[in-house]
């Protein structure tokens, strides 16, 4: 890993009390006007731009499609990405699978998943193994414990009560994705332990958008983002390549810099501000150290992952989030995948292939 400096003395200039789920990265396509529209190219090529919420954050499409104009794709990418939470992954809607595994948590008989889930499962479990366990679909008890969900509307941290160390070892009990056991299409959840899925769902949703965008030939390229993760999609008509920001943790209004990318990557962000409640001057952020219980410590500010698969690049961000950047390094590039780290003093490291990709503002 190439490690380089560009600011130490940066302090961080974190005003706001609370900050709500924000996109860790914007897309910028070049010759797309902003808002919300249809533009026609010169080639016949419609570009329809839009921004909606799903998954409780900000999904931000651009796509360059062939489409009559009485069909708007972006709709149904839309539906199929809020279709993704209701019915599989969310924990807190009662129509979604992932609901239905918790309730049935200390059942010894388990229960049947869908090859949905049980596929998303594996993949989430592998990537625990190899992670050492800092990234941990089980914890579910303990996100719900410091109430992540909740900070994104709260208006200040009066009232919020940060969870006693004893409440927190008591969750962390229930915790643990080696205590759980996925064997011939059914999954059995111990007592007390709850999936949270949450540092998935959004990569798991451009892979869902991929898939559907390949089935469908009319759409020759689309940027994708749903919060922190996005999509590069198909090649632009005059080649050149899409440009991704990268956002400044320290400062998430500006940019660091951008990747350069041809339409087959998935990127993903985790940081420190993308969702967090302030108490006593004290930042308390949204990644758990599945070890300690409480907000991962390692030094980071930011990570950004980039790698051909949603759920992998999402994945990927949060465990090297956790695990700081020098196991972070080891971890992506054991997945093929290359990682930009930003430390607490705004330093900034990458993986070697990484470089490749970066460039600075
Ligand atoms: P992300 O922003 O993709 O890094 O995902 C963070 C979300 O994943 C949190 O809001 C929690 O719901 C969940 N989460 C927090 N810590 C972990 C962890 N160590 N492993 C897996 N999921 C986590
Ligand atoms: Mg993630």
């Known amino acids: 890993m190439k490690r380089f400096l560009r600011r130490n003395q940066k302090k961080h200039r974190y005003t706001a009390a609370l900050l709500g789920a924000a996109a860790a990265l914007s897309c910028v396509a070049a010759g ?3 808002g ?5 190219d010169s080639s016949g090529v419609s570009v329809l731009v839009s921004v909606d919420t799903a998954m409780g954050t900000v ?3 651009t796509v360059y499609t062939e489409e009559e104009e009485d069909r708007d794709v972006t709709q149904e990418i839309l539906r199929r990405i809020r279709e993704l939470e209701h019915e599989l992954l969310s924990w807190r809607l009662d129509t979604s699978e992932v609901y239905s595994v ?3 948590a200390g059942n010894e008989e388990g229960i049947p998943l869908s090859d949905s889930l049980e596929e998303i499962l594996e993949q989430c479990l592998t990537v625990s193994r190899r992670s050492q366990g800092a990234f941990d679909p089980s914890l579910g008890a303990v996100t719900r414990l410091w109430k992540i969900d909740e900070w ?18 008591e969750a962390l009990q229930s915790a643990g994705y080696e205590k759980l056991v996925l064997k011939e299409g059914r999954l059995y959840l111990p ?22 965008l390949e089935g469908e030939p009319q759409v020759k390229a689309a940027v994708i983002s749903v919060g922190g993760s996005i999509l590069t999609y198909g090649d632009k008509a005059d080649g050149s390549a899409w440009s991704v920001a990268v956002v400044d943790p320290l400062d998430p209004s500006e940019s660091l810099g951008y990747l350069a990318l041809n339409g087959q990557w998935c990127v993903s962000t985790s940081g420190d501000y993308e969702r967090y409640v302030e108490v006593d001057g004290r930042r308390y952020h949204h990644i758990i150290d599945p070890e300690t219980g409480c907000p991962a410590d390692s030094g980071l500010s930011g990570v950004t ?12 961000s949060t465990a090297c989030f956790v695990l700081g950047k020098e196991r972070g390094a080891d971890l992506v590039e054991a997945f093929g995948a290359e990682a930009l780290f930003v430390d607490h003093d705004g330093e900034i490291s990458m993986t070697d292939g990484m470089k490749a990709y970066f460039h600075f503002r």
């Open 32 to 34: 797309v006007c902003g």
């Open 102 to 104: 918790n309730f049935s």
């Open 191 to 212: 007592e007390g332990m709850q999936l949270d899925l949450g540092a998935v769902g959004k990569g798991v949703a451009l892979t869902r958008v991929r898939e559907y």
């Open 36 to 40: 919300c529209g249809i533009r026609e």
């Open 152 to 169: 994104a509307g709260l208006e200040s941290a009066e009232g919020y009560e940060l969870p006693t160390e004893e409440e927190i070892q």
């Open 59 to 61: 999904v931000r499409q």
């Open 305 to 316: 992952v980039l790698c051909g698969d949603g759920l992998l690049s999402d994945a990927l």
